[in-house]
């Protein structure tokens, strides 16, 4: 695809359920990063990707939450155990490199996550 | 947490105005970039500014970068309604991922 595709766009869970957000990112970038955005915040860290590792997972708020990227293209970010508190959009990015030699990070339009 | 702190939070102006928006930051970093947000969904990058550069241009856009006040500066010439959105700024150091600010909201009015 021409761009970072996230699904769903949109999910709405109960409270204590287990939800899997899914980043697609642009084809031969080696960095992935999630994001979480609450309402009229900036987008706050949560992990990134340098190929299949995960390079740097300490944003994760706890361990309800856990991302994958088995095969160092598609992504999946995991949430157990729901609380309202995880209600925010979440942002998947992918950028060519990352770390020293950062470039321009190209993100998806989203999943917006609300737990009733 | 965040390393980037914009300012001001919200910005109103007319439109043709000069819009300028300012980012402050705690560490030493590698590049920093600019990117806009329409609606709270993506982001669109905007541009990115290496540590050992002063000042940048891409069409309407200008930033400056003084690495020894840490902060950076961008400038949105000639605003348009079009402009209306939030611009965050990024910075990447090391091999830490990109930090962003908690934004500049811009109301452009026709």
């Known amino acids: 695809g021409a761009g970072v595709s996230q699904t769903p766009s949109n999910k709405v869970t109960e409270k204590g359920k287990y939800v899997e957000l899914r980043c697609d990112p642009i084809s031969g970038h080696t960095a992935l990063y999630w994001y979480r955005q609450s309402l009229g915040q900036g987008p706050e860290f949560l992990i990134y990707f340098q190929g299949t590792g995960a390079a740097d997972d300490s944003g994760l708020p706890n361990d309800r939450f856990f991302a994958v990227r088995p095969e160092g293209s598609v992504s999946t970010l995991k949430i157990q155990r729901t609380e309202r508190g995880d209600s925010a959009v979440y942002l998947c990015a992918s950028s060519l490199v990352a770390g020293t030699g950062a470039s321009e990070a190209f993100f998806g339009q989203g999943t917006r996550l609300t737990v009733v | 947490s965040q390393q980037g702190e914009e300012d001001p939070q919200a910005l109103s102006i007319q439109e043709g105005e000069n819009a300028t928006m300012n980012c402050s930051y705690k560490?030493?970093?590698?590049?920093l970039q600019w990117y806009r947000q329409n609606s709270g969904r993506g982001l669109v990058h905007l541009i990115l500014i290496r540590s050992n550069e002063r000042e940048k241009h891409s069409g309407r856009l200008r930033v400056t970068l003084d690495t020894s006040k840490k902060s950076s500066s961008l400038l949105i010439t000639a605003s348009r309604a079009a402009d209306t959105a939030s611009y965050f700024c990024a910075t990447s150091s090391g091999n830490t991922p990109l930090v962003f600010g908690k934004g500049t909201r811009l109301s452009v009015i026709a």
């Open positions: 560490t030493s970093i590698n590049n």
